[in-house]
């Protein structure tokens, strides 16, 4: 049974710092593409990271360029979001995405609140 296991979220002030973690169980991790996104109230999901399996090449989206790191380790089947320097409008659900050709798994996702 495939499972990601999103945690980490919670509530942190403007110009704070959250961890996510993803833990992926149920299929061969280190084959797939593994990428956070995120979806706000009112709003689309939208992709704000990805890491690569073939080389550990990552993409983000320019809102949190500079400020957000995904990382992987394959070891733990566990992907990571390190979120730097936080504004109000990171506010949302991030969810934790494996893709691998046409397939997708999609964990239950981690409320992230930004706000003073």
């Known amino acids: 049974q495939v499972q990601l296991v999103e945690s980490g979220g919670g509530l942190v002030q403007p110009g704070g710092s959250l961890r996510l973690s993803c833990a992926a169980s149920?299929?061969?991790?280190?084959?797939?593409?593994m990428s956070w996104y995120r979806q706000a109230p009112g709003k689309e999901r939208e992709l704000v990271a990805t890491i690569y399996n073939t080389d550990s090449s990552t993409n983000y989206a320019d809102s949190v360029k500079g400020r957000f790191t995904i990382s992987r380790d394959n070891a733990k089947n566990t992907v990571y979001l390190q979120m730097n320097s936080l504004k109000v409008e990171d506010t949302a659900v991030y969810y934790c995405?494996?893709?691998?050709?046409?397939?997708?798994?999609w964990g239950q996702g981690t409320q992230v609140t930004v706000s003073s």
């Open positions: 995405n494996a893709k691998r050709a046409s397939i997708s798994h």
């Open positions: 149920g299929f061969i991790f280190r084959l797939y593409a």
